[in-house]
Protein backbone atom coordinates (compact mmCIF):
# COMPACT_ATOMS: atom_id res chain seq x y z
CA UNK A 1 0.00 0.00 0.00
CA UNK A 2 1.17 3.64 -1.31
CA UNK A 3 2.15 5.29 2.17
CA UNK A 4 3.55 8.29 3.65
CA UNK A 5 4.61 6.59 7.33
CA UNK A 6 4.96 9.26 10.45
CA UNK A 7 6.38 8.72 13.97
CA UNK A 8 5.51 9.34 16.72
CA UNK A 9 2.10 10.11 16.14
CA UNK A 10 1.94 12.03 19.89
CA UNK A 11 4.72 13.69 21.53
CA UNK A 12 4.81 15.66 24.19
CA UNK A 13 8.39 17.01 25.22
CA UNK A 14 10.08 19.73 27.50
CA UNK A 15 11.38 22.97 26.24
CA UNK A 16 15.00 22.36 25.15
CA UNK A 17 15.11 18.53 25.01
CA UNK A 18 15.91 17.55 21.10
CA UNK A 19 13.64 14.85 19.24
CA UNK A 20 13.29 13.97 15.86
CA UNK A 21 10.21 13.19 13.69
CA UNK A 22 10.52 10.39 11.72
CA UNK A 23 9.13 10.65 8.00
CA UNK A 24 9.15 7.83 4.97
CA UNK A 25 7.48 7.39 1.96
CA UNK A 26 7.52 3.82 0.34
CA UNK A 27 5.62 5.55 -3.29
CA UNK A 28 9.18 6.45 -4.50
CA UNK A 29 8.66 9.96 -4.62
CA UNK A 30 11.67 12.37 -5.35
CA UNK A 31 9.97 15.96 -3.50
CA UNK A 32 9.30 15.49 0.17
CA UNK A 33 7.90 18.48 2.61
CA UNK A 34 7.34 18.88 6.02
CA UNK A 35 4.48 21.23 7.43
CA UNK A 36 3.19 22.55 10.09
CA UNK A 37 -0.59 23.15 11.12
CA UNK A 38 -1.83 25.70 13.42
CA UNK A 39 -5.49 27.09 13.89
CA UNK A 40 -6.13 30.05 11.21
CA UNK A 41 -3.12 29.49 9.80
CA UNK A 42 -3.75 26.51 7.23
CA UNK A 43 -0.89 24.68 6.29
CA UNK A 44 2.87 26.45 6.28
CA UNK A 45 5.72 24.83 4.53
CA UNK A 46 9.21 24.15 7.46
CA UNK A 47 11.39 22.62 5.00
CA UNK A 48 11.38 20.43 1.58
CA UNK A 49 13.79 18.41 -0.54
CA UNK A 50 13.84 17.86 -4.31
CA UNK A 51 16.07 15.21 -4.15
CA UNK A 52 18.66 13.22 -2.15
CA UNK A 53 20.93 15.67 -0.86
CA UNK A 54 19.04 18.49 -1.41
CA UNK A 55 17.35 20.40 1.01
CA UNK A 56 15.74 24.14 0.82
CA UNK A 57 13.75 26.18 3.56
CA UNK A 58 10.28 26.77 3.37
CA UNK A 59 8.40 29.65 4.70
CA UNK A 60 8.56 29.33 8.99
CA UNK A 61 11.98 27.19 9.03
CA UNK A 62 13.29 28.84 12.20
CA UNK A 63 14.33 26.38 15.01
CA UNK A 64 13.95 23.33 13.14
CA UNK A 65 16.33 21.07 10.41
CA UNK A 66 15.93 18.31 8.01
CA UNK A 67 18.28 15.45 6.07
CA UNK A 68 17.54 13.65 2.93
CA UNK A 69 20.38 10.85 2.80
CA UNK A 70 18.39 8.29 1.38
CA UNK A 71 15.33 9.10 -1.01
CA UNK A 72 12.13 7.51 0.97
CA UNK A 73 13.08 9.12 4.42
CA UNK A 74 13.54 12.87 5.12
CA UNK A 75 13.60 13.24 9.58
CA UNK A 76 12.63 16.77 11.05
CA UNK A 77 14.82 17.40 13.85
CA UNK A 78 14.27 19.78 16.84
CA UNK A 79 17.49 20.52 18.16
CA UNK A 80 15.74 22.80 20.78
CA UNK A 81 12.18 22.79 21.23
CA UNK A 82 10.26 25.83 22.63
CA UNK A 83 6.60 25.93 23.32
CA UNK A 84 5.98 27.78 19.73
CA UNK A 85 6.87 24.89 18.19
CA UNK A 86 3.75 22.92 19.56
CA UNK A 87 1.45 22.18 16.66
CA UNK A 88 0.24 19.32 14.23
CA UNK A 89 2.80 18.15 12.03
CA UNK A 90 2.72 16.87 8.02
CA UNK A 91 4.87 15.05 6.29
CA UNK A 92 4.00 14.77 2.50
CA UNK A 93 5.72 13.57 -0.60
CA UNK A 94 5.34 13.39 -4.69
CA UNK A 95 6.84 13.00 -7.90
CA UNK A 96 9.28 16.14 -9.13
CA UNK A 97 9.65 16.53 -12.44
CA UNK A 98 6.83 17.37 -15.13
CA UNK A 99 3.31 16.32 -15.06
CA UNK A 100 2.56 13.53 -16.67
CA UNK A 101 -0.39 10.39 -16.70
CA UNK A 102 1.65 8.97 -13.77
CA UNK A 103 2.45 11.83 -12.19
CA UNK A 104 -0.52 14.56 -11.34
CA UNK A 105 1.53 16.46 -8.49
CA UNK A 106 -0.60 15.86 -5.85
CA UNK A 107 0.87 15.78 -2.34
CA UNK A 108 0.59 12.30 -0.72
CA UNK A 109 0.30 13.39 3.09
CA UNK A 110 1.23 11.02 6.55
CA UNK A 111 -1.12 11.16 9.41
CA UNK A 112 0.01 13.71 11.23
CA UNK A 113 2.70 14.16 14.41
CA UNK A 114 0.75 16.28 17.45
CA UNK A 115 3.69 17.74 19.08
CA UNK A 116 3.16 19.66 22.48
CA UNK A 117 6.23 21.26 23.82
CA UNK A 118 6.40 22.75 27.68
CA UNK B 1 4.14 35.40 -4.54
CA UNK B 2 1.82 32.89 -4.04
CA UNK B 3 -1.29 33.02 -1.92
CA UNK B 4 -4.09 31.52 -1.45
CA UNK B 5 -7.26 32.47 0.10
CA UNK B 6 -10.68 30.75 1.47
CA UNK B 7 -12.78 33.66 2.82
CA UNK B 8 -14.92 31.28 4.84
CA UNK B 9 -14.20 30.23 8.06
CA UNK B 10 -16.85 27.82 7.98
CA UNK B 11 -20.10 26.86 6.04
CA UNK B 12 -23.14 25.27 7.10
CA UNK B 13 -25.45 23.50 4.79
CA UNK B 14 -28.50 20.69 5.41
CA UNK B 15 -27.78 17.08 3.88
CA UNK B 16 -29.29 17.09 0.18
CA UNK B 17 -28.32 20.85 -0.34
CA UNK B 18 -26.15 21.89 -2.54
CA UNK B 19 -22.25 23.23 -1.13
CA UNK B 20 -19.97 25.59 -2.49
CA UNK B 21 -16.63 26.46 -0.69
CA UNK B 22 -14.98 29.25 -2.12
CA UNK B 23 -11.46 29.57 -3.02
CA UNK B 24 -8.91 32.15 -4.80
CA UNK B 25 -5.81 32.79 -5.72
CA UNK B 26 -2.67 34.60 -6.80
CA UNK B 27 0.10 33.30 -8.99
CA UNK B 28 2.80 34.10 -11.61
CA UNK B 29 2.15 32.38 -14.56
CA UNK B 30 -0.15 29.24 -14.60
CA UNK B 31 -1.70 27.62 -11.71
CA UNK B 32 -2.08 23.85 -10.70
CA UNK B 33 -5.01 24.12 -8.59
CA UNK B 34 -5.67 21.42 -5.35
CA UNK B 35 -8.40 20.69 -2.82
CA UNK B 36 -8.02 18.03 -0.42
CA UNK B 37 -9.61 17.40 2.42
CA UNK B 38 -9.00 16.32 6.38
CA UNK B 39 -11.49 14.59 8.30
CA UNK B 40 -10.32 14.74 12.21
CA UNK B 41 -7.45 12.91 13.77
CA UNK B 42 -6.20 11.93 9.91
CA UNK B 43 -3.30 13.85 7.22
CA UNK B 44 -5.14 15.27 4.34
CA UNK B 45 -6.32 13.70 1.32
CA UNK B 46 -6.08 14.71 -2.58
CA UNK B 47 -9.82 15.92 -3.96
CA UNK B 48 -9.00 16.81 -7.07
CA UNK B 49 -7.14 18.84 -9.10
CA UNK B 50 -6.97 21.37 -12.36
CA UNK B 51 -4.02 21.29 -14.41
CA UNK B 52 -5.13 22.63 -17.77
CA UNK B 53 -8.24 21.90 -20.02
CA UNK B 54 -11.61 21.89 -18.81
CA UNK B 55 -12.48 24.39 -16.59
CA UNK B 56 -14.80 22.16 -14.41
CA UNK B 57 -13.29 19.05 -12.71
CA UNK B 58 -14.33 16.09 -11.30
CA UNK B 59 -13.29 14.68 -8.31
CA UNK B 60 -13.27 12.22 -5.62
CA UNK B 61 -16.54 11.78 -3.61
CA UNK B 62 -19.45 13.63 -6.10
CA UNK B 63 -16.94 16.82 -5.74
CA UNK B 64 -15.87 18.88 -8.69
CA UNK B 65 -14.54 22.16 -8.61
CA UNK B 66 -14.58 24.95 -11.37
CA UNK B 67 -11.52 26.98 -12.81
CA UNK B 68 -12.11 30.56 -13.71
CA UNK B 69 -9.13 32.38 -14.79
CA UNK B 70 -10.61 36.05 -14.86
CA UNK B 71 -11.59 35.87 -11.47
CA UNK B 72 -8.57 33.60 -10.11
CA UNK B 73 -10.98 31.51 -8.23
CA UNK B 74 -11.58 27.77 -7.70
CA UNK B 75 -14.60 27.07 -5.88
CA UNK B 76 -15.08 23.35 -4.74
CA UNK B 77 -18.93 22.34 -5.25
CA UNK B 78 -21.20 19.24 -4.45
CA UNK B 79 -24.80 19.07 -5.65
CA UNK B 80 -26.21 16.87 -2.76
CA UNK B 81 -24.02 17.45 0.54
CA UNK B 82 -23.82 14.26 2.75
CA UNK B 83 -23.43 14.36 6.74
CA UNK B 84 -19.72 12.62 6.13
CA UNK B 85 -18.51 15.73 3.86
CA UNK B 86 -17.92 17.56 6.90
CA UNK B 87 -14.47 18.19 7.77
CA UNK B 88 -11.52 20.59 6.48
CA UNK B 89 -10.99 21.45 3.27
CA UNK B 90 -7.98 22.96 2.17
CA UNK B 91 -7.26 25.02 -1.34
CA UNK B 92 -3.98 24.59 -2.64
CA UNK B 93 -1.56 26.32 -5.86
CA UNK B 94 1.12 25.18 -7.14
CA UNK B 95 3.36 27.03 -10.13
CA UNK B 96 3.97 26.31 -13.24
CA UNK B 97 7.27 24.48 -13.73
CA UNK B 98 7.26 24.48 -9.83
CA UNK B 99 7.30 21.95 -7.02
CA UNK B 100 6.03 24.58 -3.58
CA UNK B 101 2.21 23.53 -3.13
CA UNK B 102 0.94 26.99 -1.28
CA UNK B 103 -2.43 26.04 1.27
CA UNK B 104 -5.12 28.05 2.22
CA UNK B 105 -6.09 28.81 5.91
CA UNK B 106 -8.81 26.01 5.46
CA UNK B 107 -12.74 25.76 5.48
CA UNK B 108 -14.72 23.99 7.87
CA UNK B 109 -17.77 22.26 6.61
CA UNK B 110 -20.93 21.44 8.51
CA UNK B 111 -23.34 18.96 6.67
CA UNK B 112 -26.65 18.71 9.59
CA UNK B 113 -28.96 16.04 9.17
Known amino acids: EAQVTQNPRYLITVTGKKLTVTCSQNMNHEYMSWYRQDPGLGLRQIYY???????DKGDVPEGYKVSRKEKRNFPLILESPSPNQTSLYFCASSYGGQFSKGNTGELFFGEGSRLTVL | AQSVAQPEDQVNVAEGNPLTVKCTYSVSGNPYLFWYVQYPNRGLQFLLK??????LVKGSYGFEAEFNKSQTSFHLKKPSALVSDSALYFCAVRRTGGFKTIFGAGTRLFVKA
Open chain 2, 50 to 55: YITGDN
Open chain 1, 49 to 55: SMNVEVT
